[in-house]
């Protein structure tokens, strides 16, 4: 963080178009689908739909779903738990945005000040879609690819709208994945839609996916989400 801060952040700042260019509005949009209360609105209306949902199915569709409630539940923790890390981490530090005060100074700093000229690290944008695609990917690993674009395009859109720096987008990336991998971690410990193998890998139950993982305990696991 501190070599970003030194050698990239003032120099790439000014390298982007001014805020409110009218030919970004395509960017604006984009970066709207990383935004944390977008993210986790979106997460919450989709569980409280499967929990609505699964009492009125039988079987294997129930199974199915309730296998999908189970996903929600990590994807939100996953999302929350490092977001909330975040905003305690841009209040203490008060990083202020680009070109606050007038000038591309990335050592511009208010501790504490808790306003938003002056919550520019972490950037929230970062650690959701960058927890979101670890998250996602951790589940349903034939999709890794797709996040990691989606990851990285929402932290560019982030650079090029001028709301944060370099380090800020790296450091709210680190913390999403960090927190994420926590998050997966206490979930495979109690066998909520992971399992931790005995070479220490994690994995999603559900699938065959090593000696003494089968689809069946990942059916009978998945089953108990409210």
Partial sequence: MAGLMYLVDAYEITLMPPRGTPSLWPVRVLTDFGKDANVVGALVVMLVGVILIAPALHGSP???LLRLGRRLEFFLAAVV?????????????????????????????????????????PSAHAITSAALAFAVSAAWPRVRGAMIIYAVAIAGTRLVLLAHHP???VGGALIGLIGAMWVRYWFAAGRLGFAIRHD????????????????RKGVAHGSSTP
């Fill in 81 to 121: 738990v490092p977001l909330l890390a975040g905003e305690l981490i841009k209040w203490i530090v008060g990083r202020g945005r680009p070109f606050v005060g007038g000038h591309a100074n990335p050592f511009n700093f208010a501790p504490f000040a808790g306003t938003e000229a002056f919550a520019s690290f």
């Fill in 167 to 169: 380090s800020d987008v």
């Fill in 62 to 64: 129930r199974l199915h």
């Fill in 200 to 215: 220490g890998r994690i994995v999603p139950l559900g699938r065959p996916s090593g000696p003494g993982i089968g689809p």
